[in-house]
């Protein structure tokens, strides 16, 4: 979607390994998010951020480390690759205000062998 | 944030208007109805909100129950690309909660 971006698109990666996964925005937005999604779960928050290094876990934060040093990026390290983390992983950006609409990025498909 | 209960599948004809019906009715005051789409499998697409009063777009409108504890996203004349899961989702902090929404397919 126009405004955000995300980096890889896919990926293919060992077990064990560290990935990061890139969100970029050119909105100026404070709020941004990560979230996957795995058939039958929809889509789970990992992490979200309310502005430069400011960040929270979501409800499936575990293995997943998060950071923000300038508005424009969010990144998502899984510090050691899992099966279980092969997913698709979507970016969300939100302008301050509370009633705003997301919007998402076209997300990273991510395999774990 | 408020659960919400959404059928699973629907189906609708080309040209005609699509009802999609969702419950919330442990919503509270403060909290707003969201609904948004995901078409295959892009990232979700926010459709519309509301708080207590109906409202519309171009691409939707929104009909919220006087109760609030119901509400209708109505796609006025559906197409072939509207077929997407549909969510419906309440929420009052600054997190967005994901429910399983309903798969609203298209027919020609």
């Known amino acids: 979607d126009a405004g955000i971006t995300q980096s890889p698109r896919h990926k293919v990666t060992e077990t064990g390994t560290p990935v990061t996964l890139r969100c970029h925005q050119t909105?100026?937005?404070?709020?941004m998010y990560w979230y996957r999604q795995d058939p039958g779960h929809g889509l789970r928050l990992i992490h979200y951020?309310?502005?430069?290094?400011?960040?929270d876990k979501g409800e499936v934060s575990d293995g997943y480390s998060v950071s923000r040093s300038k508005t424009e990026d969010f990144l998502l390290t899984l510090e050691s690759a899992t099966s279980s983390q092969t997913s698709v992983y979507f970016c969300?950006?939100?302008?301050?205000?509370?009633?705003?609409?997301?919007?998402f990025g076209s997300g990273t498909r991510l395999t774990v062998v | 944030d408020a659960k919400t209960t959404q059928p699973p599948s629907m189906d609708c004809a080309e040209g005609r208007a699509a009802n999609l019906p969702c419950n919330h009715s442990t919503i509270s005051g403060n909290e707003y109805v969201y609904w948004y789409r995901q078409i295959h499998s892009q990232g979700p697409q926010y459709i519309i909100h509301g708080l207590k009063n109906n409202e519309t777009n171009e691409m939707a409108s929104l009909i919220i129950t006087e109760d609030r504890k119901s509400s209708t996203l109505i796609l006025p004349h559906a197409t072939l690309r509207d077929t997407a899961v549909y969510y419906c989702?309440?929420?009052?902090?600054?997190?967005?909660?994901f429910g399983q929404g309903t798969r609203l397919t298209i027919n020609p």
């Open positions: 951020s309310y502005g430069v290094k400011d960040t």
């Open positions: 989702i309440v929420r009052e902090v600054q997190k967005l909660v």
């Open positions: 909105e100026n937005h404070r709020y």
């Open positions: 969300a950006i939100r302008p301050s205000g509370q009633h705003y609409g997301y919007t």
